[in-house]
């Protein structure tokens, strides 16, 4: 009899495979093991003595991932099927440490204990080495680091670090710098590092600014309730307390705790904490060898949470830790979580690079990433990863210009390509479906099965003759723009002075808020707590949203006293409702057979929630391993 254990997996990438491999290895089971499709596939021989262990084995190590919906085993009558296992070359991932690696560098008696470069084949910030394809040593920063002996052994012999290229230890690895002021001290050995580590905490407890250079990136660690800064997130140090602290449903946990490691917005829920973070934080679990190492010297002293932020090389603090290496970091995952729907909003770590099955025949180029012929597929990441690439055409997004040229040269939009995007990753291409791609501004696509063709384009926002335009909009209007001006001349001038860029810019520069753009208006819309808004003017002018009035509109509602964070929430709340009105109609008039929605856009709660409101749970289709604007027109454009 085969036994065959399927786990349902909605994503290209393949490092939860490796790690099922590795350990089918080391364990000595004779595994087939294929993903395809959206699942990943282990076959055996039931009567094998080891396939229970090693399963048993399994579930205690296998990292949890974003990706995973579930799982499922049957036997088969039969000997073991032998399906085609198809072999892949691995890519430098930036993901969170498997639980091999984490027992290593907190186990004494590991080479790596508190070692903060650990990793191995099938986890780990590896990307930040990374130079250039081919992905191996001589192509990563760790080329200046000659392996051990012992790495040398496992190089050959450990199949979770079998020709793994960022192999290292405390033997061959990386030595790390503390700084003080004119002190410092070095980090070479178990000891060492630990006694780093434990001052980096404990300068923490005592009120100071810690900056970190960590495989993430440089970040700033501090005591939220002794340390003042506007911008902040809450890292989490211990998973346990992690409803203590902020409202979380059970997939916002099992999100925050995966090996993905994404950052997620959250309601904090102790009401102490809300002095500190505000009533909405960004949050994170720790996870990357510095974070990870930092957090349990934190929780040594009692801390349950430390306030982290985002920073560079030249922010101030007051301890340093560094070491001479110029890593490349990816921007930060965002991740959405509303109950059943989870999407990525933004953000490169953890998603790309990416192997897709596509069209090989084009190179695809868009905000600074390049999908590139790979076999019978592409591989999406930075352009600067790589060196040449073949093709019969390049597609280039509208607007930018690149060091690059072709005899066959394309362009596209965004909005075409991010709708494209959502139907590829569904397999739906062939299918008609009506998108809006939410960006600055609304723009709604059919796709009629062959191509998709912009039905309602947005109408181009001038913020140089915002001011004009608004004098003109309709009978009355220049009094509104006089009263405004003479009621907050400050802000008039900044929002006529050609001071913002696209409608959420001027919303922000209307309510006063300190930060500018969708981001700004978003956060301050999750401060309002009551039931309902008020009605923004969407108002539809040729077909399309009328920026002007939307503007107009806002600055009455700011001159009649209304409270920003209920004329936020309420943007969000009507654009909901435009959105939905819109595509409800297209679709009924064109008898498209699905609904899309992409642009960054819908990763606000407010607008999400009323849009899923207003066109039912389920009836709609976004993203599911890429990000929901920008980067997902790469994918969209090998469609088109």
């Not at 990753?425 to 723009?443: I, K, Q």
Request: aromatic share 10%; with cysteine.
């Amino acid at each position: 009899m085969a036994f065959v254990f399927e786990m349902i997996y909605k994503a290209p990438h393949t490092y939860i495979r490796r790690f099922v491999e590795a350990l089918a290895e080391e364990e000595g089971v004779d595994l087939s093991v294929v993903q395809s499709g959206e699942a990943l596939t282990l076959m055996g021989d039931e009567s094998d003595p080891k396939l229970a262990p090693f399963l048993r084995k399994l579930g205690e190590l296998l990292p949890a991932s974003l990706y995973m919906e579930g799982s499922g085993h049957r036997t088969v009558p039969g000997p073991v099927p032998r399906l085609q296992e198809e072999a892949v070359e691995p890519l430098p991932v930036s993901i969170g440490l498997c639980p091999r690696c984490m027992k290593e560098i907190f186990d004494p008696a590991s080479r790596r204990y508190y070692y903060p470069f650990a990793m191995c084949g099938c986890c780990g910030f590896q990307y930040p080495f990374f130079e250039h394809y081919p992905y191996g040593r001589e192509n990563t920063l760790m080329r200046f680091f000659a392996p051990c002996e012992a790495c040398v052994e496992e190089l050959a012999a450990n199949p979770f670090r079998r020709d793994f290229p960022l192999v290292s230890c405390h033997e061959c690895g990386i030595p790390v710098r503390m700084s003080e002021g004119r002190r410092e001290r070095y980090a070479n050995d178990p000891g060492s590092f630990k006694t780093l580590f434990e001052a980096a905490a404990g300068a923490v407890a005592k009120g100071k600014r810690v900056k970190v250079k960590t495989l993430a990136g440089w970040r700033l660690f501090f005591d939220a309730a002794q340390v003042e800064a506007e911008k902040k997130a809450m890292l989490l140090l211990d998973a346990a307390g992690a409803t203590h602290y902020c409202a979380l449903i059970e997939p916002e946990r099992h999100a925050l705790l995966s090996v993905e490691r994404p950052l997620l917005y959250a309601a904090v829920a102790d009401e102490g904490l809300r002095t500190l973070y505000g009533p909405t934080t960004p949050l994170k679990y720790p996870d990357e060898g510095f974070t990870l190492l930092l957090a349990k010297e934190l929780r040594a002293l009692g801390y349950g949470h430390v306030a982290f932020a985002p920073c560079d090389e030249e922010t101030a603090a007051d301890l340093v830790v560094d070491y001479d290496l110029a890593l490349a970091f990816q921007p930060e995952m965002r991740l959405f979580v509303n109950k059943s729907v989870r999407f990525v909003a933004e953000g490169e770590r953890g998603v790309f690079p990416q192997r897709r099955r596509g069209r090989g025949e084009r190179v695809v180029v868009a905000h600074g990433m390049a999908a590139v012929p790979e076999g019978d597929g592409v591989l999406i990441d930075e352009m600067e990863r790589f060196e040449s690439a073949e093709a019969t055409q390049l597609w280039l997004m509208e607007g930018e210009e690149v060091p690059l040229a072709h005899s066959d040269t394309r362009r596209f939009d965004q909005a075409r390509a991010s709708a494209m995007s959502v139907l590829v990753e569904h397999g739906l291409t062939r299918e008609s479906a009506v998108a809006c791609y939410f960006g600055d501004e609304p723009t709604f696509v059919y796709h009629n099965g062959k191509e998709p063709i912009v039905a309602v384009p947005p109408m181009v926002f001038d913020a140089d003759a915002l001011q004009e335009r608004l004098r003109t909009l309709r009978e009355g209007s220049d009094r509104l723009v006089a009263n405004f001006a003479a009621k907050f001349p400050a802000t008039a001038e900044r929002l006529f002075g050609g001071g913002v860029g696209d409608i959420f810019d001027a919303a922000a520069c209307i309510m006063a808020l300190p930060e500018s753009g969708l981001e700004a208006v978003g956060l301050e819309a999750l401060k309002f707590h009551g039931k309902g808004g008020l009605q923004v003017d969407t108002k539809v002018r040729d077909n399309r949203f009328d920026p002007y009035a939307f503007v107009a509109s806002l600055m009455s509602y700011r001159l009649a006293g209304v409270e920003t964070p209920l004329l936020a929430f309420s943007i969000f709340e009507s654009f909901g409702d435009y959105v939905s009105e819109i595509m409800t109609q297209l679709k009924t008039k064109a008898k498209a057979d699905h609904l899309v929605l992409c642009g960054r856009a819908f990763g606000n709660p407010s607008l999400f929630s009323r849009v899923q409101q207003k066109l039912g749970a389920g009836t709609f289709l976004m993203n599911r391993a890429v990000p929901i604007d920008r980067e997902n027109a790469l994918l969209g454009a090998l469609a088109l």
